[in-house]
């Protein structure tokens, strides 16, 4: 299994903190907010590498920090060559660019660099592995909630039936996280998927595109989740992580 950071997004609600300097890096609770998620990826045997792809303004400030974390799986971080926020490549993008840089035919876990969570990706590995399927890591929500979030509909087994970025009256009541864990025969799909003239910018696109085609489960996760999206929202987790 291979692991890909998605880290090239150029976090304009967080400026001026993010003007120069990548998001997935900023300090929470002393520590970059990225080493929270290598750590827990770190203690899955079935990942053997990691990739991080960024864009070329962010590239040196993560290859500093690889170099620096040392990590107990190798770190490759993969310059998208893009330098503004009008000719990034989206997530669905860069996901395809991450493949063809590292010719990745392995399953795929998936994970925005700046998801900050407690739950324990081992847990979500053996979900997937059980269903045998592609996967995602959902939070049951509020109703007003999910309206601002991708939203995820369920049968009784967590089989994905519907899935709606944004629905002004939500179908279901699992909010998406950009956690993902794709097999090896999904792998092609996403140059199919972007050669079909689809959206390329938010990865939860791609799941409303599959679920439709192959089966797709979603994982109710116990804990808590963050989208450090926002001035508020790094506060928020700032103040959490600063009594732990």
């Known amino acids: 299994m291979k692991c890909i950071l998605l880290c090239a997004g150029y976090a304009t609600r967080l400026f001026p903190l993010t003007e120069n300097f990548p998001k997935a890096l900023l300090e929470i609770g002393g520590r970059p907010l990225l080493d929270y998620i290598v ?5 899955l045997d079935e990942v053997d ?50 493949i063809e840089q590292a010719k990745i035919d392995d399953d795929m876990l998936i994970i925005a660099g700046d998801n900050l969570f407690t739950f ?55 909010a998406a996280s950009a956690v993902y864990l794709y097999p090896r025969e999904v792998v092609p799909v996403f140059k199919q998927y972007i050669d079909e003239g689809n959206k390329i910018d938010a990865p939860g696109n791609f799941v409303a595109y599959l679920y439709t085609r192959k089966p797709f489960y979603a994982y109710p996760f116990k804990g808590t989740w963050f989208d450090v999206g926002t001035h508020e929202s790094l506060a928020e987790v700032r103040e959490l992580y600063s009594k732990k």
């Not at 750590?39 to 203690?43: F, G, K, L, R, S």
């Open 49 to 98: 590498e990691i990739y991080l792809v960024t864009n070329k303004k962010y590239t040196p400030h993560f290859e500093k920090w690889a170099q620096e974390k040392n990590n107990i799986k190798p770190i490759t971080v993969f310059n998208d060559n893009t330098t503004t926020n009008e000719d990034r490549l989206g997530a669905i993008g860069d996901i395809q660019f991450t």
């Open 120 to 174: 324990k990706l081992r847990d979500f590995v053996d979900f997937q592995k059980e269903k045998g399927t592609s996967a995602i890591c959902v939070k049951e929500q509020e109703y007003e909630t999910l309206k601002r979030l991708g939203v995820v509909e369920t049968n009784e087994e967590m089989k994905i039936v519907g899935f709606e970025e944004k629905p002004a009256e939500p179908k279901g009541r699992y």
């Open 39 to 43: 750590d827990d990826v770190n203690t």
